[in-house]
């Protein structure tokens, strides 16, 4: 299931929303060298959060390899800054565009109703939140890149406040493909599964290279945060403006 667009109009402009878009693009254009080997394993090696190391279980000169010709060497110089510059990065190029579609198409009535600045710390957190991963396997050496986790808090928060908002959807059904109108919480729900089923497995050490318990930490961190967030009063006069004061 691949959300096209929600029938969920917005209050204002989503200016937070736009600025860290842009910010991910930059970074994969000017960091990450639009994919290209050695900028791509080099923002890798110094911005991606690497469990083993933030935790200190592997020790400083210990060589990640990340293909036949390119590796990480770690150093002692302190990772911390990780958590928070790993979300700005990506993997390739169905990776940024995937998790940037997501944002935009959910991101911009969760900033309407929380305004940009708090957005933007609601934006991060649920970044944080993501760092869950890390307790599936707190050694491993594994960089982790990817907006997806913050992204996944964007979608709780979506969740949460328009469970019954009406998202078009692409459905694949093997070589059939179609469009259909789905409620928020019946698509969301069934990614928020997706990502519990895909987790699983690495709690047995034998996870793949899809960080999904960072997608259930983000997740379950914008259900909670959205609450405490959003502004006052401004589920009412959504409903008011645009559903003639129709509750969901």
Do not use: K
């Amino acid at each position: 299931m691949f959300p096209l667009r929600d029938e969920n109009p917005t209050l204002g402009r989503p200016l937070a929303l736009l600025i860290i878009i842009g910010l991910n693009i930059f970074s994969w254009v000017f960091i990450q060298g639009l994919g290209a080997d050695e900028p791509l394993a080099r923002s890798l090696c110094e911005l991606g959060l690497i469990p083993g190391d933030l935790l200190g279980r592997v020790p400083p000169g210990t060589v990640i390899p990340l293909n036949e010709h390119l590796g990480c060497e770690l150093e002692d110089e302190g990772s911390l800054p990780t958590l928070f510059t790993h979300m700005f990065l990506h993997g390739g190029w169905f990776h940024i565009i995937g998790n940037l579609w997501f944002l935009w198409v959910f991101g911009d009535n969760i900033e309407d109703c929380m305004g940009p600045l708090r957005f933007v710390v609601f934006y991060l957190l649920c970044g944080l939140a993501a760092a869950a991963q890390i307790l599936s396997d707190p050694a491993t050496t594994a960089p982790m890149v990817g907006a997806s986790g913050a992204i996944g808090g964007v979608m709780g928060a979506y969740a949460r406040l328009y469970p019954h908002a009406r998202i078009h959807t692409l459905i694949f059904l093997g070589f059939f493909v179609t469009t259909i109108s789905v409620p928020a919480i019946g698509m969301l729900g069934y990614w928020f599964i997706l990502q519990l089923a895909g987790g699983m497995p690495g709690l047995h050490g034998a996870g793949g290279g899809v960080a999904f318990w960072a997608h259930v930490g983000g997740f379950l961190a914008g259900l909670v945060l959205v609450g405490p967030m959003q502004r006052p009063g401004y589920l009412a006069e959504h409903r008011r403006r645009f559903f003639g004061g129709y509750r969901w």
